[in-house]
Protein backbone atom coordinates (compact mmCIF):
# COMPACT_ATOMS: atom_id res chain seq x y z
CA UNK A 1 0.00 0.00 0.00
CA UNK A 2 1.55 2.98 -1.39
CA UNK A 3 1.31 6.19 1.25
CA UNK A 4 0.62 9.40 0.87
CA UNK A 5 2.99 10.84 -2.13
CA UNK A 6 4.05 14.48 -2.73
CA UNK A 7 6.18 15.71 -5.86
CA UNK A 8 8.30 17.46 -6.20
CA UNK A 9 9.97 16.64 -2.86
CA UNK A 10 12.52 19.72 -3.51
CA UNK A 11 11.37 22.65 -5.44
CA UNK A 12 13.58 26.03 -6.31
CA UNK A 13 12.69 29.22 -7.12
CA UNK A 14 12.99 32.57 -8.04
CA UNK A 15 11.45 35.44 -6.65
CA UNK A 16 8.15 36.25 -8.55
CA UNK A 17 8.02 32.92 -10.29
CA UNK A 18 4.95 30.28 -9.37
CA UNK A 19 5.11 26.95 -7.03
CA UNK A 20 2.54 23.92 -7.70
CA UNK A 21 3.54 20.95 -5.29
CA UNK A 22 1.21 17.82 -5.67
CA UNK A 23 -0.34 15.93 -3.21
CA UNK A 24 -1.75 12.00 -3.79
CA UNK A 25 -3.33 10.64 -0.89
CA UNK A 26 -3.56 7.66 0.53
CA UNK A 27 -5.04 4.57 -1.38
CA UNK A 28 -9.20 5.08 -0.25
CA UNK A 29 -8.77 8.72 1.18
CA UNK A 30 -11.01 11.18 0.63
CA UNK A 31 -9.47 13.87 2.92
CA UNK A 32 -6.48 16.29 2.26
CA UNK A 33 -4.77 18.63 4.51
CA UNK A 34 -2.27 20.92 4.07
CA UNK A 35 0.35 22.24 6.47
CA UNK A 36 3.49 24.50 6.23
CA UNK A 37 6.59 24.16 8.53
CA UNK A 38 8.59 27.49 8.43
CA UNK A 39 12.28 26.79 9.41
CA UNK A 40 12.48 26.04 13.72
CA UNK A 41 8.65 26.21 14.03
CA UNK A 42 5.96 23.57 13.88
CA UNK A 43 3.70 22.75 11.37
CA UNK A 44 0.80 24.73 10.70
CA UNK A 45 -2.58 23.98 9.35
CA UNK A 46 -3.54 25.76 6.00
CA UNK A 47 -6.15 24.43 4.01
CA UNK A 48 -8.64 21.10 4.14
CA UNK A 49 -10.08 19.75 0.83
CA UNK A 50 -12.51 17.21 -0.21
CA UNK A 51 -12.88 15.85 -3.59
CA UNK A 52 -13.77 19.54 -5.86
CA UNK A 53 -14.36 20.93 -2.64
CA UNK A 54 -12.67 23.18 -0.19
CA UNK A 55 -14.09 22.77 3.43
CA UNK A 56 -11.95 24.97 5.71
CA UNK A 57 -8.91 27.36 4.65
CA UNK A 58 -9.22 29.42 7.20
CA UNK A 59 -5.16 29.03 7.26
CA UNK A 60 -4.08 29.74 4.18
CA UNK A 61 -3.41 32.89 3.31
CA UNK A 62 -5.63 35.12 1.52
CA UNK A 63 -3.50 36.30 -1.24
CA UNK A 64 -1.20 34.34 -3.62
CA UNK A 65 -1.92 31.13 -2.29
CA UNK A 66 -4.71 28.36 -3.98
CA UNK A 67 -5.20 25.04 -3.50
CA UNK A 68 -7.63 22.70 -5.03
CA UNK A 69 -8.58 18.72 -5.06
CA UNK A 70 -9.85 17.83 -8.74
CA UNK A 71 -12.34 14.49 -9.34
CA UNK A 72 -9.40 12.80 -10.90
CA UNK A 73 -5.70 13.52 -10.10
CA UNK A 74 -3.77 14.60 -7.04
CA UNK A 75 -4.33 17.87 -5.10
CA UNK A 76 -2.28 20.82 -5.94
CA UNK A 77 -1.01 23.32 -3.32
CA UNK A 78 -0.54 26.75 -5.78
CA UNK A 79 2.06 29.64 -4.41
CA UNK A 80 1.75 32.19 -7.19
CA UNK A 81 4.43 34.89 -7.58
CA UNK A 82 6.83 33.45 -4.78
CA UNK A 83 8.89 35.20 -2.02
CA UNK A 84 11.67 34.30 0.58
CA UNK A 85 8.95 33.84 3.25
CA UNK A 86 7.43 31.30 1.12
CA UNK A 87 10.75 28.90 1.49
CA UNK A 88 8.99 26.24 4.03
CA UNK A 89 8.20 22.53 4.29
CA UNK A 90 4.94 21.96 2.73
CA UNK A 91 3.45 18.69 4.19
CA UNK A 92 0.15 17.37 2.98
CA UNK A 93 -1.93 14.65 4.92
CA UNK A 94 -4.64 12.66 3.90
CA UNK A 95 -7.61 10.79 6.36
CA UNK A 96 -10.27 8.62 5.14
CA UNK A 97 -13.60 10.29 5.36
CA UNK A 98 -17.21 8.76 6.72
CA UNK A 99 -16.95 9.67 10.68
CA UNK A 100 -19.08 12.40 11.86
CA UNK A 101 -17.14 15.84 12.68
CA UNK A 102 -16.75 14.91 16.50
CA UNK A 103 -15.02 11.98 15.70
CA UNK A 104 -11.08 12.37 14.99
CA UNK A 105 -10.32 11.10 11.56
CA UNK A 106 -6.20 9.82 11.43
CA UNK A 107 -4.05 11.56 9.11
CA UNK A 108 -1.16 10.42 7.43
CA UNK A 109 1.82 12.24 6.51
CA UNK A 110 3.48 12.52 3.06
CA UNK A 111 7.40 13.46 2.98
CA UNK A 112 6.94 16.61 2.49
CA UNK A 113 8.05 19.73 -0.01
CA UNK A 114 10.22 21.42 0.40
CA UNK A 115 10.29 25.12 -1.50
CA UNK A 116 13.31 27.59 -1.60
CA UNK A 117 12.36 30.35 -2.74
CA UNK A 118 15.95 32.29 -4.44
CA UNK B 1 -0.48 33.31 23.15
CA UNK B 2 -0.16 30.40 21.18
CA UNK B 3 -2.71 27.60 21.20
CA UNK B 4 -0.05 25.16 21.93
CA UNK B 5 3.41 25.39 23.86
CA UNK B 6 6.16 23.49 24.20
CA UNK B 7 9.88 24.29 25.76
CA UNK B 8 11.60 24.16 22.38
CA UNK B 9 14.98 22.83 24.15
CA UNK B 10 17.61 21.19 22.89
CA UNK B 11 17.40 18.19 26.14
CA UNK B 12 21.12 16.90 25.71
CA UNK B 13 20.97 13.92 27.58
CA UNK B 14 23.32 10.80 27.80
CA UNK B 15 22.15 7.10 26.95
CA UNK B 16 20.39 5.60 29.42
CA UNK B 17 18.79 8.43 30.99
CA UNK B 18 14.93 9.40 31.41
CA UNK B 19 13.57 12.31 30.09
CA UNK B 20 10.24 14.00 30.27
CA UNK B 21 9.03 17.02 27.78
CA UNK B 22 5.69 19.25 29.21
CA UNK B 23 2.84 20.56 26.93
CA UNK B 24 0.15 23.35 27.67
CA UNK B 25 -2.77 23.51 25.11
CA UNK B 26 -5.31 26.86 25.61
CA UNK B 27 -8.31 25.16 24.55
CA UNK B 28 -10.48 23.36 26.80
CA UNK B 29 -12.68 22.36 24.30
CA UNK B 30 -9.85 20.45 23.01
CA UNK B 31 -10.65 16.21 22.66
CA UNK B 32 -7.54 14.44 21.33
CA UNK B 33 -4.05 14.74 21.83
CA UNK B 34 -1.12 13.17 20.56
CA UNK B 35 2.66 12.80 20.54
CA UNK B 36 4.31 12.73 17.29
CA UNK B 37 7.83 12.48 16.67
CA UNK B 38 9.88 14.49 13.71
CA UNK B 39 13.09 13.55 12.53
CA UNK B 40 15.26 16.12 10.59
CA UNK B 41 13.63 16.88 7.16
CA UNK B 42 11.42 14.30 7.63
CA UNK B 43 7.70 13.82 8.08
CA UNK B 44 5.87 13.84 11.45
CA UNK B 45 4.84 10.20 12.54
CA UNK B 46 2.68 9.68 15.20
CA UNK B 47 4.49 8.08 18.19
CA UNK B 48 1.32 7.45 20.17
CA UNK B 49 -2.19 8.95 21.73
CA UNK B 50 -2.46 10.25 25.00
CA UNK B 51 -5.48 9.39 27.44
CA UNK B 52 -6.46 10.95 31.01
CA UNK B 53 -5.82 7.25 32.13
CA UNK B 54 -2.13 7.36 31.12
CA UNK B 55 -0.87 4.91 28.76
CA UNK B 56 2.44 3.52 28.08
CA UNK B 57 4.64 1.70 25.23
CA UNK B 58 7.22 0.14 25.73
CA UNK B 59 10.04 3.01 26.87
CA UNK B 60 7.50 5.95 26.52
CA UNK B 61 4.84 6.93 28.59
CA UNK B 62 2.01 9.87 28.16
CA UNK B 63 0.04 11.35 30.56
CA UNK B 64 -2.82 13.96 29.94
CA UNK B 65 -3.72 16.07 32.45
CA UNK B 66 -7.45 18.02 31.28
CA UNK B 67 -7.71 20.32 34.47
CA UNK B 68 -4.60 21.63 34.00
CA UNK B 69 -4.11 21.91 30.56
CA UNK B 70 -1.27 19.51 30.35
CA UNK B 71 0.53 16.85 28.09
CA UNK B 72 3.51 15.55 29.64
CA UNK B 73 6.04 12.58 27.39
CA UNK B 74 8.31 10.21 29.72
CA UNK B 75 11.29 8.35 27.90
CA UNK B 76 13.12 6.34 29.82
CA UNK B 77 16.38 4.38 28.81
CA UNK B 78 16.93 6.98 26.20
CA UNK B 79 18.64 5.54 23.42
CA UNK B 80 20.92 7.97 20.26
CA UNK B 81 17.73 6.86 18.22
CA UNK B 82 15.37 8.58 20.21
CA UNK B 83 17.05 12.20 18.74
CA UNK B 84 14.52 13.77 17.13
CA UNK B 85 12.10 16.80 17.48
CA UNK B 86 8.91 15.63 19.34
CA UNK B 87 5.62 17.52 19.39
CA UNK B 88 2.87 17.71 20.77
CA UNK B 89 -0.28 18.15 19.20
CA UNK B 90 -4.23 18.99 19.44
CA UNK B 91 -7.26 18.19 18.15
CA UNK B 92 -10.57 19.88 19.15
CA UNK B 93 -13.70 19.57 17.00
CA UNK B 94 -15.61 22.24 18.06
CA UNK B 95 -16.23 24.16 15.35
CA UNK B 96 -13.84 22.30 13.25
CA UNK B 97 -15.73 20.66 10.77
CA UNK B 98 -12.01 20.63 8.93
CA UNK B 99 -10.44 17.92 11.22
CA UNK B 100 -7.56 19.86 11.63
CA UNK B 101 -4.62 19.44 13.94
CA UNK B 102 -3.14 22.28 16.21
CA UNK B 103 0.44 21.77 16.28
CA UNK B 104 3.25 22.40 19.22
CA UNK B 105 6.66 24.03 18.00
CA UNK B 106 8.33 20.80 19.14
CA UNK B 107 11.09 19.99 21.54
CA UNK B 108 13.98 18.67 20.50
CA UNK B 109 15.81 15.57 22.12
CA UNK B 110 19.76 14.40 21.22
CA UNK B 111 21.11 11.69 23.09
CA UNK B 112 24.42 11.57 23.37
CA UNK B 113 26.75 8.69 24.18
Known amino acids: NAGVMQNPRHLVRRRGQEARLRCSPM?????VYWYRQLPEEGLKFMVY????????ESGMPKERFSAEFPKEGPSILRIQQVVRGDSAAYFCASSPGGLDYLTYNEQFFGPGTRLTVL | RKEVEQDPGPFNVPEGATVAFNCTYSNSASQSFFWYRQDCRKEPKLLMSVYSSGNEDGRFTAQLNRASQYISLLIRDSKLSDSATYLCVVWNPVNNAGNMLTFGGGTRLMVKP
Open chain 1, 49 to 56: LQKENIID
Open chain 1, 27 to 31: KGHSH
